[in-house]
């Protein structure tokens, strides 16, 4: 395998024009950018305490990565794992914690499954298009998230309308048959305005199974409704939808030697997310109000037509939200608060070992919270949050959030700092599954973390630098002593991450990452105490960069170096380490049409993410761009 080193200097001497790249990733944000994640409501950049990072549109359409999740993987204390091609499980873990203690956004929707396991999500459906804007808050985040906001939250933002109208295609074809449509239109009629958009990507693919040869395609639609109406000059109203449908072969464990192979088995899935919102602005916009509700569904089909019955597996989750939010100003203080009531519901059919046994669940939640952000002199940000919930199962939790920026010059230097609390609520599964227990607890967690921001040159340089730690209790694992999942192990996770970006000119910047997590068993009682936590890699780098030649080509490169990780509690299935190499270019022919293209894997690298499970290898794709 190709060292980090080698496959740098080779990549820049392939394409020079990346010695000095354009910003990517969360990079390019700077001082004066506006998140709303971190608070709930839209702040500068510069005056949140928290560890956040962006991904605005022109660095999305950039980069050309199709699949989020490998998109996500290039940011600070981000990595993944994915069970074969495209289309199969996906999961995200921040700063080491488990991936079902990430919460899902899309357009501040909650996406996660209740019919999952964990209650997780699977970000194996989730494309890059037509996305405005990518948040991802890092540690733990319940006070404004709720339940599972522990290792942190990942928020989609997909893009406004606009007040004019607009049209977006865009076409590609690569290896493993891969075809990609996906079109956009935006504008306004009358007091209403829309953005909506839709797109198909089918592959071939690889074998789900490393040592597999048949291969395992994927295909997925998806469509999204975005639309403003202006009632009066106070009151707005929101609609939103997210749907995706998808199909995806997938590879089992066949007689006699049930082992991981090739098989015809295959998952239909179906998500469909839907929101309405209505905003009161008030006393000139210092009181902001809105009234909420929102719906997430997920439908998960399993089938092995060798079996009887074909369809063997059958689930759908639910997730129903109503929700109040308010924001006053109130002098140098801001308060943002609110109230949320959510209904989670399962329902499963499985046919795995005998005739079709049928199980339900549900469970709700009840909320408030309230967070104050002030400015008591010029510079100095403070912030502070409490958030009550009360289980219908497991009783109440109280979660506490505080956080300083400080900058003594105007954005040039920031000094960051923040406390953080998250719970998770045991999954419906755990709770009422056949190897339920109902007296489970809530997972806990107390973080902090401890930063700066430099920037150097005016703005042609600027470093960050984060420290963290963070400590999870009452984790919930499966008992072998009682059958049933427990309270019974607690984690920590502490690190530090790292990013330079270099911008000398608007056509020339660099930009770069580092991420130590240490993230291990801490319960004393586990024989795997002091274990690297499986599939937690402790060490990753990105290199990314673009540069814009005078005539107008662009040409760009990203490195992934991630370090060797294990693929189970005892540290015994070694996951080794790896190299991942992608050039891109890109020509405008005209104000309109752009054609791209972009080699991944550039070193047709071999690894796995979990023992058994191939990964894609080199892989060319050309494409064309259409905008008016």
Known sequence: ?????TSLIT?????????????AQAEEADADSIVVTATRTETKLSEVGKSISVIDAATIEQRQTVPLADLLRTLPGVTIQRNGGLGTVTSVFIRGAQSDQT?????GVKLNDPSAPGGGFNFADLLTDNLERIEVLRGPQSVLWGSQAIGGVINLITREPTDRFEVRATGEYGR????RLSGAVSGKVGPTAISAGAGYLTTDGI???????EKDGYHLFGAHLKTTTELTEQLSLDLRGFYTKSKVDLDGFPAPSFTLGDTDEYQRQQQIVGYAGLNANLFDGRFRNRFAAAITRIDRDSYDPAAVPAKNFDARGRNLRFEYQGVAE???????????????????????????VTARAKANIDSAYLDLHARPIEGLNLGAGVRYDDHSQFGDATTLSADLAYTPNAGSTIFRASYGEGFKAPSLYQLYGDYGFRDLRPEKAKGWDAGIAQKLIGDAVELRATWFQRNTTNLIDFDLGTFTYANIARARARGVEAELRIAPTSELLFAANYSFTNARN???????????????????????????????????????HVSRSFDDPANSKRLGDYVLVDLRAALPLTDAIELYGRVENLFNERYQTAVGYGQLGRAGTAGIRFRY
């Open 1 to 5: 395998m190709r060292t980090f080193t």
């Open 11 to 23: 990549a820049l001497a392939i394409f020079p024009g990346t010695l000095l790249p354009a910003a």
């Open 103 to 107: 919460v899902a956004l899309i357009d």
């Open 176 to 179: 493993y048959e891969t075809g």
């Open 207 to 213: 074998s789900v199974a490393d040592s597999g040869t």
């Open 330 to 356: 109130l002098g140098i203080v801001r308060a943002t608060f609110g109230a949320e009531h959510q209904e989670e519901k399962l329902r499963t059919i499985s046919a795995y070992f005998g005739p079709p």
């Open 522 to 560: 801490r319960e004393r009682t586990d024989p795997n105490f002091g274990r690297q936590l499986a599939r937690r890699p402790r060490q990753t780098v990105n290199v990314t960069g673009d540069y814009r030649w005078p005539f107008g080509l662009t040409t760009g490169a990203t490195i992934t």
